[in-house]
């Protein structure tokens, strides 16, 4: 049974870091593209980031490139998303997914950047 946990958000001021955590089970990261993906209050998803099943290749949406990070720790099983410079836009429920957008993902974590 695939099952992802994402934990990590919170309440931040603008120019500040999060680092959110997707804790996956029921089958391993490394044999699959995993995503980052978020649905800000009225809007719809939107791709954040991805990671290739290699870990080599990873790629940002433009609006997130330069501040965000994706990495993943196989032998945890657990994706990660470094958030540095954290602008009021970012504000999101943000999830995990496995191989697609539209892809199983889990409840999703609240980031909320005010001030």
């Known amino acids: 049974q695939v099952q992802l946990v994402e934990s990590g958000g919170g309440l931040v001021q603008p120019g500040g870091s999060l680092r959110l955590s997707c804790a996956v089970s029921?089958?391993?990261?490394?044999?699959?593209?995993m995503f980052w993906v978020r649905q800000a209050p009225g809007k719809g998803l939107e791709w954040v980031s991805a990671i290739n099943s290699g870990g080599g290749s990873t790629s940002y949406t433009a609006s997130v490139k330069g501040r965000f990070t994706i990495s993943r720790d196989n032998a945890k099983n657990t994706l990660y998303l470094q958030m540095d410079s954290l602008k009021p836009e970012d504000t999101a429920v943000y999830y995990c997914?496995?191989?697609?957008?539209?892809?199983?993902r889990g409840q999703g974590t609240q980031v909320t950047v005010s001030s």
């Open positions: 997914a496995k191989g697609g957008v539209s892809g199983p």
């Open positions: 029921g089958f391993m990261i490394s044999t699959d593209v």
